[in-house]
């Protein structure tokens, strides 16, 4: 039931989902489904936990930096894959009390907590890092999804942003700023961010050592190649230490 509903906003949108109209896709009794979701904010818990369920943060082997920037990725690509769904994933488990959440929206955090302890955050310094960390990716995300073209058909960066309707002696920075803007690169954008937050990071786990520069890799041009670039991250404390 659950994946047809997300079937279902995945092709219309949140508005789209109503007991009645899930039970005509399914074919079914609207009221038969009262049986499995008392009402359709059970349904919104479901689809939530169905999508975050796909997110695999692992918590065991690996460096936390990789593990952060993969995780990062990995949610870049399920947002994504699943726009419709991206109000759900920032907003829904904030409508209940923590204790009172579906537990599938509680895993992440539980897992970002276990990673970030592992790797010798304080459990309290873990859980500021694991605030600032989803509310960077969620600004991304929502920025990524709203970036949108005025004309796709025309080739002035200018013209296709619609920047040029701003004037020039208020907005210098923003209108000289279009070709980087028309460019947008949201795996590239989100890799950059991550190398920022990881930096000041280890900072803060390390404070006697001198804070890695940021790199200057290329960033992955696809989120199947960017969930596993993590050649860019900051150094190891093993490396630093060699």
Wanted: glycine share 8%; net charge negative; aromatic share 6%.
């Amino acid at each position: 039931m659950l994946t047809t509903a997300l079937a279902l906003v995945d092709a219309e949108g949140l508005e789209a989902l109503s007991m009645r109209r899930l039970g005509a896709e399914l074919d079914r009794d609207p009221m038969g489904l009262y049986r499995y979701a008392k009402n359709r904010a059970d349904l919104l818990d479901g689809i939530t936990e169905l999508v975050l369920d796909q997110l695999v943060i692992p918590t065991d082997g690996g460096h936390w930096q990789d593990q952060l920037r993969a995780t990062a990725h990995d949610f870049r690509a399920l947002a994504l894959a699943h726009p419709h769904v991206v109000p759900l994933l920032v907003t829904r488990p904030l409508s209940t009390p923590l204790g009172l959440r579906p537990l599938g929206t509680l895993r992440p955090l539980e897992n970002i907590l276990t990673l970030l302890i592992d790797a010798g955050f304080a459990p309290a310094d873990a859980l500021h890092v694991y605030r600032a960390y989803y509310g960077f990716l969620y600004g991304h995300i929502l920025n990524e999804l709203q970036e949108i073209v005025v004309d796709p058909e025309e080739h002035e960066d200018l013209l296709r942003l619609g920047l040029h309707r701003l004037p020039a002696r208020s907005f210098p920075h923003l209108r000289a700023l279009a070709p980087a803007l028309a460019d947008y690169d949201g795996a590239g954008e989100l890799d950059q961010g991550i190398t920022i937050l990881l930096t000041g990071l280890y900072s803060q786990l390390h404070p006697t050592t001198a804070a890695p520069s940021a790199p200057t890799a290329a960033s992955p041009s696809t989120a199947q190649d960017a969930a596993g670039a993590t050649a860019d991250a900051p150094p190891r404390p093993d490396q630093l230490d060699a």
